[in-house]
C-alpha cells in the first residue's frame, strides 16, 4: 500500500492509473477505522481495479463547538487495517494541504440539508460537500464508496454529483452493528460504560418502528412518539431528532405511503450518536 499526504502525488498516480484504463474506488474517510469502514473498502476494491482511502478529519465539517480537536484519531492502527483490507492508496492530508492559506470557496448546499441533521449541524454539510468535491476532483473515482449510517450525507452527496455532473456512481452500503445492534462509529469510544450499555436502544426503537408499520401502522407522528418514549426511558439520554422522512427529497412525512427512512440523532452526555432504518 502507498501512503501520501500530497494532492500532487495522488493524483499522479491516479491519472496514471487512469491512462492505464484501471477503475478507481474512492472511500472517504475521518480515520479510526471499524468494520464499517472496512465493508466499504471491501466492496471497493470488488468492483474497482484499484481502491483509495482518504483519512482526514475534515474541520470545514465541525461546527465550533463540536469535537474536532477531540475526534480520535490512529494513523498508526489506521494504515494497518487499510492495507489489510485490500486498499491500494491511503491519501491521508494535513489540514494546510486541504486548506492553504488564502483558500476561499465551499459548495452551499440545497434544501437537503435543511432536514435532519442539518438543522442541528448548521455548515456541517457545507464542509462534507466541499471536502468530498475536492476528493473527488484529486482522485477522479469510478465509483465512490459510502456508508447508509450518514444517510443523509449520501443523499447530499448524490444530489451534487448530478447537478455538478460528475462521472461518479455513487454507493450507500449497509450499516454494520456490533453483536449488540449499535451502529459502529468512531465516536463510541466516547461513551462510558453505562452509556454503552444503554446505545443499542437506538436501533430497538428503530427496530419496533419498523414492526408498526410492518404492522399496519402508516402514521408517522404515532411512531415517532413510540420511538421517543423507548429512548426516553432512558435517563441519560437526550433526544436531538427523530424523523420519519421521504427517502429521496428527506422532507418529514404525516403518512407513510411509499416507504420511509426513519432517522434519529441522540446525546449520551457530550457525545450524538446518530442511526437510521429504511422502511
Ligand atoms: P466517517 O469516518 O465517520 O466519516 O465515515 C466514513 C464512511 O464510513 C462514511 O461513508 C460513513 O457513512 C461510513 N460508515 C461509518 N460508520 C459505518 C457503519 N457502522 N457501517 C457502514 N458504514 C459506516
Not at 9 to 28: E, F
Not at 45 to 72: H, L, W
Not at 153 to 182: A, G, W, Y
Not at 239 to 267: F, S
Request: glycine share 6%; with cysteine; net charge negative.
Amino acid at each position: 500500500m502507498y501512503i501520501t499526504t500530497s494532492i500532487e502525488k495522488i493524483s499522479q498516480i491516479c491519472s496514471d492509473w487512469r491512462a492505464q484504463g484501471l477503475t478507481i474506488g474512492l472511500v472517504p474517510t475521518m480515520g479510526y477505522l471499524h468494520r464499517g469502514h472496512l465493508s466499504l473498502v471491501e466492496a471497493a476494491a470488488k468492483e474497482n481495479d484499484k481502491v483509495v482511502m482518504s483519512i482526514f478529519v475534515n474541520p470545514t465539517q465541525f461546527g465550533p463547538n463540536e469535537d474536532f480537536s477531540r475526534y480520535p484519531r490512529d494513523m498508526g492502527a489506521d494504515l494497518k487495517e487499510a492495507y489489510q483490507a485490500g486498499v491500494d492508496v491511503a491519501f491521508c492530508p494535513n489540514v494546510e494541504e486541504m486548506y492553504p492559506a488564502g483558500y476561499q470557496n465551499y459548495v452551499e448546499p440545497g434544501p437537503l440539508t435543511t432536514y435532519l441533521c442539518g438543522k442541528s449541524r448548521p455548515g456541517h454539510f457545507r464542509g462534507v460537500c466541499t471536502v468530498v468535491l475536492k476528493f473527488f476532483n484529486i482522485v477522479t473515482p469510478n465509483n465512490a464508496y459510502f456508508g447508509q449510517k450518514d444517510y443523509q450525507q449520501f443523499v447530499v452527496l448524490k444530489q451534487m454529483i448530478k447537478d455538478f455532473n460528475l462521472p461518479i456512481t455513487m454507493h450507500c452500503m449497509p450499516i454494520i452493528r456490533e453483536s449488540d445492534n449499535l451502529a459502529l462509529s468512531s465516536r463510541n469510544v466516547y461513551l462510558t460504560a453505562e452509556q454503552r450499555q444503554a446505545a443499542p436502544m437506538l436501533f430497538a426503537a428503530l427496530s419496533e418502528a419498523k414492526q408498526m408499520y410492518a404492522a399496519g401502522e402508516n402514521n408517522a407522528a404515532i411512531i415517532e412518539q413510540r420511538i421517543s418514549e423507548i429512548i426516553s426511558g432512558f435517563p441519560g439520554a437526550r433526544i436531538d431528532y427523530i424523523a420519519i422522512a421521504d427517502k429521496d427529497t428527506l422532507e418529514p412525512l404525516t403518512d407513510i405511503e411509499n416507504g420511509a427512512v426513519i432517522a434519529l440523532a441522540v446525546w449520551f452526555g457530550n457525545t450524538r450518536l446518530i442511526d437510521n432504518i429504511l422502511i
